[in-house]
C-alpha cells in the first residue's frame, strides 16, 4: 500500500491501490439532479447536472501528486490508512 499526506485533508497519491473504493465511499446522490428531474416532470426545461456528487477532488496536474484525491479529513478519519505522512505544520 502506498503512503498519503496528512494535512488540511488526506492527500493520495495517482495510482492508490483503493482508490476506487474511496471515491465510491464518498459518493451520494445529487440534490440537485433529483430537484431537476422533478422540474422536468412539471414541464420546464433546464440540464440535468451530474447524478452523484463526491467530496473528493482531484489533485491539480501541476503538483507532484496530480491526478491523486484530496479527501475532507474528517471524511477520511473514517479510513485506517496504513502510512501516514504527517505534513501539518
Request: glycine residues 10%.
Amino acid at each position: 500500500m502506498s503512503k498519503v499526506a496528512l494535512g488540511g485533508g488526506v492527500f493520495i497519491p495517482p495510482g492508490y491501490d483503493d482508490e476506487k473504493e474511496i471515491l465510491k465511499r464518498f459518493e451520494i446522490i445529487n440534490p440537485e439532479y433529483q430537484m431537476a428531474l422533478g422540474m422536468r416532470k412539471q414541464g420546464k426545461y433546464l440540464p440535468i447536472p451530474d447524478k452523484h456528487i463526491n467530496a473528493c477532488h482531484r489533485i491539480p496536474f501541476d503538483h507532484p501528486w496530480g491526478g491523486g484525491l484530496a479527501v475532507p479529513r474528517k471524511a477520511a478519519s473514517q479510513i485506517n490508512f496504513a502510512n501516514v505522512i504527517d505534513v501539518r505544520t
